[in-house]
């Protein structure tokens, strides 16, 4: 799936990490005719899209997946009534009190529909996903948020707080709003996920797949340094690849200044 124009991205961001694609598989006979592995492992949902950003691909299910939260949050099991109120958020010490708390497990926003199974694996490999997952340093996860700007203006359903990042941040939340939204990541992902200090992530579902690409390869001339743009070139198979033109002498300081000049030199014109 766009598997020239992915590398070329990861390229361009310097990722560490496959870009990842995750399919929901509704019922047992989806699950049955994806044609692919069960995970060869049980571990945490996040631990299982870790997997992926290394190049596994795989299927896995409500017994594959460790973490209650995680089952909860993507569809795989049905938390207490209690639990999606709340109330073990404020037990266990994360909120202050049980209307915090409330809120808070509203706005992880689970998935309430009954999944069987779900497909994680790197998103070029993939026929077809529902949302897609990128992970990286701060800066990477800038030029995503730089190139979704580029396409869809400002961001209306970010929602993020440090908890339930893959499970919650990156799938049920975009799966509800159909939107991007961006995590920073939380005490587990980074743990079992084996995430660095300083990398986020991000998603957005797989109808902006097209838009958040040409977006982030659009703002390359715009936003990146001289250097980038020379080691972009060096890797590509010719200038013309990524289908701009990069100058390595622009960039949008430039861009402003120039218009910055127009303006006021057309604006005392009209005065005169």
Same mark, same amino acid.
């Given at each position: 799936? %766009? ?13 560490? =990490? ?8 509704d ?16 571990g ?6 870790? &997997?992926?950003?290394?190049?596994? =691909?795989? @299927?896995?299910?409500e017994? /594959? ?27 266990c ?8 708390? +409330?809120?808070?497990? #509203? ?10 199974g @779900? %497909?994680?694996?790197?998103?070029? %490999? ?12 701060? %800066? ?10 580029? #396409? ?10 440090? &908890?339930?990042a893959m $499970? ?6 975009v799966?509800h709003t ?6 920073l ?8 996920? +084996? ?13 902006? /797949? ?10 390359? &001339?715009?936003v ?8 972009? /070139? ?27 000049? +127009?303006?006021? $030199?057309?604006?005392k014109?009209?005065?005169?």
């Amino acid at each position: 799936m %766009e598997e020239k124009r992915l590398g070329q991205i990861a390229l361009a961001l310097e990722l560490q =990490h496959e870009v990842v694609g995750v399919r929901f598989l509704d019922f047992k006979a989806d699950y049955q005719a994806a044609s692919l592995p069960e995970a060869p492992k049980r571990g945490s949902f996040c631990f299982h899209i870790r &997997n992926a950003m290394d190049g596994q =691909h795989y @299927i896995i299910r409500e017994g /594959l997946v460790s973490c209650d939260y995680g089952r909860y949050a993507v569809g795989l099991s049905k938390p207490d009534p209690a639990i999606a109120q709340g109330r073990s958020i404020q037990y266990c010490g994360l909120c202050r009190t049980h209307t915090v708390a +409330r809120q808070i497990a #509203q706005a992880m926003q689970f998935i309430d529909m009954p999944v069987y199974g @779900i %497909e994680v694996g790197p998103l070029r %490999e993939m026929d077809q996903a529902d949302i897609v997952i990128i992970a990286g340093f701060a %800066e990477a996860i800038m030029r995503v948020m730089q190139g979704y700007a580029y #396409q869809y203006g400002a961001p209306q359903n970010l929602c993020f707080y440090g &908890n339930q990042a893959m $499970c919650s941040d990156m799938v049920s939340k975009v799966y509800h709003t159909n939107d991007i939204n961006i995590s920073l990541l939380c005490r587990g992902t980074r743990i079992y996920g +084996r995430f660095d200090k300083g990398e986020l992530a991000a998603a957005f579902p797989i109808g902006m /797949l097209d838009g958040m690409l040409d977006g982030m390869i659009k703002t390359i &001339n715009p936003v990146h340094s001289a250097p980038d743009k020379r080691r972009i /070139l060096a890797a590509l198979d010719s200038p013309d690849a990524l289908g701009v033109q990069l100058d390595e002498g622009y960039n949008y300081g430039a861009g402003l200044m120039e218009y910055d000049a +127009r303006a006021a $030199c057309l604006r005392k014109e009209e005065r005169n």
